[in-house]
């Protein structure tokens, strides 16, 4: 019983789309990630040869929160650039190419820089038990 109470406060806590909801003892937290580029480029291992793309995950949640944010936050395809952000399990998955396949990490990091220009920063939804 207490489960179908929890779950149900869960699905009106996240229909309600607010920045900090409570229902019950489930609070549903609007968390912003911010300074993508900069996280994102420190994490990116073996950048000396091309590859069809680099990629880095950045995690936004801590221990005792439950993700709620799924699916594509940032995209940016064109003939010139191939950018995707992707949150999934806490994670926002970035990954990033310039249009020649293999691409150049130099080539990609522009692209991810033009991605993240108008905003460098992703809102994402979480839940915590108090």
Same mark, same amino acid.
């Given at each position: ?12 806590a *996240?229909?309600? =789309?607010?920045a #900090? ?12 990630? =911010? ?9 990116? !291992? #073996? ?6 793309? *680099? ?7 801590? $221990?005792? !929160? ?10 940016l395809? $064109? $003939?010139?650039? &191939? ?5 999934? =399990? ?5 990954t ?6 293999? &691409? =150049? *990490?130099?080539a990609?990091? +522009? ?8 905003? $460098? &920063?992703?809102?994402?939804i +979480?839940?915590?038990?108090?």
């Amino acid at each position: 019983m207490k489960l179908f109470f929890v779950l149900a406060s869960m699905i009106l806590a *996240f229909s309600a =789309n607010a920045a #900090d909801r409570k229902v019950g003892n489930v609070i549903a937290v609007e968390r912003e990630v =911010n300074d993508l580029y900069n996280t994102c480029i420190g994490k990116v !291992e #073996d950048t000396a040869k091309p590859k069809s793309f *680099f990629s880095c995950g950045i995690k936004y949640t801590t $221990d005792g !929160e439950l993700p709620v944010s799924k699916g594509r936050v940032l995209k940016l395809i $064109d $003939d010139k650039c &191939s950018v995707v952000g992707e949150t999934m =399990n806490g994670v926002l998955l970035i990954t990033f190419a310039g249009s020649q396949n293999p &691409s =150049n *990490f130099e080539a990609s990091r +522009l692209c991810l820089e033009r991605a993240l220009s108008p905003k $460098d &920063s992703v809102k994402v939804i +979480l839940y915590t038990l108090e």
